[in-house]
């Protein structure tokens, strides 16, 4: 779960550097949805450890909030 989670913030990161150096932010949807992507892990990584469970449920719905995002974004353009 590590290496996925580290592989997902490293995209996440040279999406958003992308965007912010080129300022063209027609990649968003797909950084939203891998940023999702990363705090579903981060969520489920948190409630197999059983230490924080408000923490693990909380990033389990702001990752549905992002999914939700991102799938509007791709509808939209």
């Known amino acids: ?14 999406l ?3 965007q912010l150096i080129t300022e063209n932010f027609e990649l968003m949807p797909y950084s939203m949805l891998f ?10 990584v948190e409630l197999q450890k059983d230490r924080k469970r408000f923490w693990g449920y909380m990033s389990i719905v702001v990752s549905l ?9 791709f509808l939209i353009n």
Do not use: E, N, P
């Open 65 to 73: 909030f992002l999914f939700f995002v991102s799938i509007q974004g």
């Open 35 to 44: 940023f999702g992507a990363t705090m579903l892990v981060t969520g489920l």
């Open 16 to 18: 958003s550097a992308y």
């Open 1 to 14: 779960m590590k290496i996925v989670r580290v592989t997902l913030a490293i995209i996440v990161i040279a």
